[in-house]
């Protein structure tokens, strides 16, 4: 009898140490959900869920109070992109991304000797691109929203005027860029190290801009007082933004990126966004493998997903660029023999040297850069998804580019500047400070929006809505959205996990597998290096942090808010 317990006891030993880690669910909801960078911010979307209102009314109103409690990348003075799904099945995508100004030209921050100007396009007013987050929010009001704007502003205003608790990641943000903040603005801001975690932070000239905004509508931002007040701020700091560039603003309605994975069909923003575009061809390229069975982040799927990659990030340096003034061989670089013939190298005994891979060449197409049109008619980002309780969808990224963007601050309008300006190509084969490279395509011209990495995407399965998602993360966002996606559909994980699992990126160059630090099993590493991989734990520590949702079986959805910052999901 006690050689039987025994037994099975060492049976108990045995199996309790094979199990998995437990899988573990985010946020359930019934009805509707918002997951955003800051639980204030998903709360309000929800709110305004629960008030009756609809995605496009909680896009405005999360929008907004991002703005407010997240000015890291939360933003006015920024722009964005948003992709859509109606319960209907109806998709689209709007393109609010910033823009050149009319005074832009191609070589602006290059020197008598045609180098690039250290920071120029970096910092100050200089580094502007024309906002487009006001006109993006309205459009897709104007479309589609329900609640009148008052109503969606209302609790913002009230954000800004009571003020929010700053959390501990923040107080190290204020801290980190304290000096740099101060040093562009030559004066202490309101967003500084002196402001300590968990006290109280209210922002009273931004509740006053946004109460103008209530009252008058969208022109007040590019028409009324508040522009004048911005052109003239920009002016005295050495901008070349003009009221004429922000009469002409408008968002653009774009077709969205669509492709099939498996029994998926993927809905992602199209360009002057790479996002669609890239992780399309990076999926397609991944597919033909049978990445479930290698395993989640095994040295495997590693292989097969950075190799994708590689490819997808040298197509995106040559012929990506802003579709109203290059065109795009969208279809030819979707096409089913053009990615496999990209994949033929690929072996598993060696990487393929970043040094030997270019662009692809395309059947019968020649470059055109488009003629001008009329003007007369970083690393941070963020993203919020949200499901409404109606059926609808949306998937938002936006961006002031780098932290606190040029770190100008609008001192009476209460809210940052963006960096866009280096997102284009100072000069062809230079990185920006993101490390991408960008060609003739990405070139800098008058009213041209800027290539972007920001991938918002809508996952359906069998024609229903199964999953929304997005991320930050400059150059990694593209490759973050992949691995989530595949984390959910591939190996089988929760959202949650999905999510907060250990991220890679790769993008042609430099050479090198960025991979979070302490959170790869240390043979692993040493396989890759073994194969000729070089890894580089100590450049982005964080890769991308995940703010979406999936569809369970039952109806229900699933948050996920990643660990990685402030994120929170929000519903009922």
């Known amino acids: ?47 305004i869920l629960e008030q009756g209102g609809n995605a496009f009314d909680a896009m405005f109103a999360t929008e907004m109070a991002l703005a407010v409690t997240y000015p890291y990348a939360g933003n006015l003075g920024g722009g964005g992109f948003m992709v859509y799904r109606l319960n209907t099945g109806e998709t689209g995508a709007l393109d609010y991304r910033e823009k050149a100004p009319l005074a832009a030209s191609r070589d602006m921050y290059l020197d008598s000797l045609g180098n690039v100007i250290p920071n120029k396009s970096t910092v100050g007013a200089y580094a502007v691109g024309v906002p487009g987050t006001i006109a993006g929010i309205f459009t897709a009001h104007e479309r589609f929203g329900s609640l009148p704007i008052e109503t969606l502003l209302k609790p913002v205003i009230a954000l800004a005027e009571n003020g929010f608790t700053v959390t501990k990641k923040q107080h190290k943000r204020f801290m980190k860029y304290d000096s740099i903040i101060t040093a562009v603005n030559g004066k202490t801001t309101l967003v500084n190290k002196d402001v300590p975690a968990q006290s109280t932070f209210k922002n009273v000239a931004l509740a006053e801009t946004l109460k103008r905004i209530s009252k008058h509508g969208r022109d007040e931002f590019y028409k009324g007082e508040t522009a004048k007040q911005l052109v003239a701020f920009l002016s005295e700091k050495g901008g070349i933004i003009t009221s004429e560039d922000l009469a002409l603003y408008e968002a653009q309605w774009r077709d969205p990126i669509r492709f099939a994975y498996d029994d998926l069909t993927i809905i992602s923003m199209s360009p002057p966004s790479s996002g669609g575009l890239c992780l399309a061809q990076i999926m397609k390229m991944t597919e033909p493998f049978d990445v479930s069975q290698y395993g989640q982040n095994s040295l495997e799927a590693i292989q097969v997903m950075v190799e994708a990659e590689k490819q997808a990030y040298a197509d995106r340096s040559y012929y990506l660029g802003d579709p109203d003034f290059v065109n795009i061989p969208v279809d030819k670089l979707l096409d089913h023999t053009y990615l496999n013939n990209r994949m033929q190298h690929f072996s598993f005994d060696k990487p393929t040297p970043s040094d030997s891979i270019s662009y692809g060449t395309l059947p019968n197409y020649t470059m055109e850069i488009k003629d001008n049109i009329s003007y007369q008619e970083h690393n941070e980002t963020t993203h919020y998804s949200i499901v409404d309780q109606f059926g609808n969808a949306v998937a938002v990224t936006t961006t002031l580019n780098g932290a606190y963007g040029s770190k100008l601050y609008a001192e009476n309008l209460g809210f940052f500047l963006n960096n866009e300006m280096d997102d284009f190509s100072s000069k062809p084969g230079v990185p920006n400070v993101y490390g991408l490279l960008g060609g003739k395509a990405n070139a800098i011209a008058p009213q041209k929006r800027m290539l972007s990495a920001m991938t918002p995407t809508i996952v359906e399965k069998n024609g229903e809505l199964y999953m929304v998602v997005g991320t930050p993360g400059g150059s990694t966002i593209i490759t973050s959205v992949f691995q989530t996606i595949l984390n959910v559909h591939e190996f089988g994980m929760t959202m949650h996990d999905a999510v907060n699992a250990p991220r890679f990126h790769h993008q042609w160059l430099p050479e090198e597998i960025r991979m979070e630090p302490n959170r790869f099993d240390d043979t692993l590493l040493e396989q890759l290096k073994n194969l000729g991989y070089t890894i580089n734990e100590t450049r982005t520590p964080v890769i991308g942090k995940v703010d979406a949702i999936l569809i369970l079986n039952d109806g229900t959805l699933e948050g996920g808010a990643d660990y990685r910052g402030d994120d929170a999901a929000v519903g009922f």
């Not at 006891?9 to 997951?35: D, H, Q, W, Y």
Request: hydrophobic share 50%; aromatic share 8%.
């Open 1 to 47: 009898m006690k050689i039987k317990l025994y037994f099975i006891l060492f049976l108990c030993i045995i199996f309790s140490c094979k199990k998995e880690a437990p899988i573990t669910r985010g946020l359930i909801t019934k009805n509707a959900m918002v997951v955003s960078a800051r639980a204030e911010a998903s709360k309000i979307g929800s709110d």
